[in-house]
């Protein structure tokens, strides 16, 4: 996918400023990742753009060999400090739930393949907040796709 940068820098700003944040929004972070699955296993994973983390490559790279072995079904990954389990698997995404939260609401995480790009976006709760997110994912995902495609 060859995507116009400048464009789609302007369209994650335009849906973080909507969707992502810590209080009301339907996502509390997010991530997008340059992601080829055709490289060397060995090159780290590039953070195109991320809001509400700071996360580096080094700390998501348990997460993205986790994606490249495709064991969606019989593995935990780890994003940070946290280790998540997959729920639910769709054709271009994924739905995990945090395993070692302090949360007493939970915590889930939606991954989304997007061409050339995986978002990755956290929210904080259960199945009334995964619907929340998902509907956010899709609205960004629809509107990046209409664009490079």
């Not at 490559?57 to 064991?71: E, G, I, K, S, Y």
């Not at 079904?73 to 302090?102: D, K, M």
């Not at 939606?110 to 976006?121: D, H, N, P, R, T």
Request: proline share 5%.
């Amino acid at each position: 996918m060859a995507a116009d940068w400048p464009w789609a820098r302007r369209a994650w700003e335009k849906w973080t400023e909507k969707h992502v944040g810590s209080s009301g929004m339907p996502v509390k972070a997010a991530l997008l990742l340059n992601y080829d699955p055709t490289g060397p296993s060995r090159l780290l994973p590039i953070i195109a753009e991320q809001e509400g983390t700071r996360f580096t490559a080094v700390d998501l790279q348990p997460f993205t060999d986790f994606f490249r072995r495709n064991n969606l079904q019989t593995e935990f990954f780890s994003i940070g400090p946290n280790q998540y389990l997959v729920t639910s698997i769709h054709e271009h995404w994924f739905c995990a739930r945090c395993v070692n939260t302090t949360k007493h609401e939970g915590e889930g995480i939606l991954v989304m393949q997007i061409g050339a790009y995986l978002l990755v976006s956290m929210y904080d709760g259960s199945l009334g907040s995964a619907s929340h997110a998902m509907v956010a994912v899709d609205q960004f995902a629809w509107h990046f796709n209409r664009r490079t495609h």
